[in-house]
């Protein structure tokens, strides 16, 4: 909340910004204040300050990080001034709004995905290594996948460029023997209000809360049952939630959303737990084809005065979880101090054991502990 920005994992390209190229396990502060937005590609980071600069660091030899040259560095570095609104990272390539809903592009082209109408397929260096303009306005969000790219027009349209071997443009082809398109081709005409691109695969939600994908789905990702039939993919958009979801993420081989009740859905491979299931997915799909509930509801609590001036909370949580009890007199600051409560697991009643005073300001939270 500070504004400062953190990062551990792997670093042999210099992907945290730390001015080394040392992975770490723990995490450690790259930039103290002012960082207001963050996005993580294949092996580079990009963020915003709050004066509107994009920042990068990381690998750059197909100048995914837009600085006018092909070599990676370990710290950041300051690419546009100022005026970025948004950004996206894919596997080898970069995307940026500005403030007047210009999309802007930078680094891996050689399968189209920065949609600029232009092949780059000369080795070494398969992209351009400074932002370009790609649209001049009325683009409202942004997505880059593995190597393809999608973007969200203020009428609600949706439209997507690169890759399509399967189907994850949503066109209804796999584009001949070239299997991409290198300019931007509108795949919905109205009534997108959210995507997001994965490696292989795309999602997105219409207006009134349903999500469709498209793209591979031999394990699943796309959450239609199915696994993409012989194929392994579909290539055009299909509904796999009727409505309530609110939002969506796509990652390498799987998919993540919310429903409007604040429960978490996952589907797709599992091979790594990625989806929280507690379970590791078997092949031959390694995971679940359709939709499964991750976390349940967060807002199905109520409660009950009794006599006595004893309060009881009922509420639905996660099963194996135990439940806790705070109290805070204010919300600005909140001071949480734990309560004296009966253990609770994760179906159940917390009871206060304390009595609230009706001429103080009571705020409650119910939380996990281990």
């Known amino acids: 909340s500070d504004g400062s920005l953190w990062a551990m994992g792997y670093n042999a390209d210099g992907e945290l910004g730390d001015r080394t190229y040392n992975s770490t396990n723990q995490p450690e502060e790259i930039v103290a204040s002012n960082v207001t937005a963050i996005v993580a590609g294949g092996y580079h980071s990009l963020f915003l300050k709050s004066d509107g600069s994009l920042w990068a660091m990381g690998y750059n030899a197909d100048g995914e990080l837009g600085d006018g040259t092909y070599n990676s560095t370990n710290q950041p570095e300051q690419?546009?001034?100022?005026?970025?609104?948004?950004?996206?990272?894919?596997?080898?390539?970069?995307?940026?709004?500005?403030?007047?809903?210009?999309?802007?592009?930078?680094?891996?082209?050689?399968?189209?995905?920065?949609?600029?109408?232009?092949?780059?397929?000369?080795?070494?260096?398969?992209?351009?290594n400074q932002p370009e303009q790609i649209v001049a306005s009325n683009v409202m969000a942004i997505a880059a996948g593995g190597y393809h790219s999608l973007f969200l027009k203020s009428d609600g349209s949706l439209w997507a460029m690169g890759y399509n071997a399967d189907g994850e443009l949503g066109d209804g082809t796999t584009d001949g023997g070239n299997y991409e398109t290198n300019q931007p081709e509108q795949i919905i005409a109205t009534n997108v209000t959210a995507i997001a691109a994965g490696f292989?695969?795309?999602?997105?939600?219409?207006?009134?809360?349903?999500?469709?994908?498209?793209?591979?789905?031999?394990?699943?990702?796309?959450?239609?049952?199915?696994?993409?039939?012989?194929?392994?993919?579909?290539?055009?958009?299909?509904?796999?939630?009727?409505?309530?979801?609110?939002?969506?993420?796509?990652?390498?081989?799987?998919?993540?959303?919310?429903?409007?009740?604040?429960?978490?859905?996952?589907?797709?491979?599992?091979?790594?737990?990625?989806?929280?299931?507690?379970?590791?997915?078997?092949?031959?799909?390694?995971?679940?084809?359709?939709?499964?509930?991750i976390v349940?509801?967060?807002?199905?609590?109520?409660?009950?005065?009794?006599?006595?001036?004893?309060?009881?909370?009922?509420?639905?949580?996660?099963?194996?979880?135990?439940?806790?009890?705070?109290?805070?007199f204010s919300l600005a600051p909140a001071n949480w101090v734990p309560q004296a409560t009966n253990p609770a697991a994760g179906v159940g009643a917390l009871v206060f054991t304390n009595t609230p005073d009706p001429t103080t300001n009571n705020f409650w939270r119910i939380r996990s502990v281990p």
């Open 79 to 128: 690419i546009v001034a100022s005026n970025v609104t948004a950004i996206a990272a894919g596997q080898f390539h970069s995307l940026f709004l500005k403030g007047n809903g210009s999309l802007w592009a930078m680094g891996d082209d050689a399968n189209g995905e920065l949609g600029d109408g232009i092949y780059r397929t000369n080795n070494p260096y398969y992209g351009t």
């Open 296 to 328: 349940a509801a967060y807002d199905r609590i109520s409660g009950q005065l009794f006599s006595g001036g004893i309060i009881r909370l009922f509420f639905v949580g996660v099963v194996g979880v135990n439940y806790a009890l705070d109290r805070s």
């Open 200 to 293: 292989y695969h795309s999602l997105f939600l219409e207006s009134g809360g349903s999500l469709w994908a498209m793209g591979q789905d031999a394990n699943g990702q796309l959450g239609d049952g199915t696994y993409g039939g012989i194929s392994g993919y579909i290539n055009q958009p299909e509904q796999i939630v009727a409505g309530g979801v609110t939002a969506i993420a796509a990652g390498w081989y799987h998919s993540l959303f919310l429903k409007s009740d604040g429960s978490l859905w996952g589907m797709g491979a599992n091979f790594s737990g990625q989806l929280g299931d507690g379970s590791y997915g078997a092949a031959p799909n390694y995971g679940p084809g359709s939709p499964e509930q």
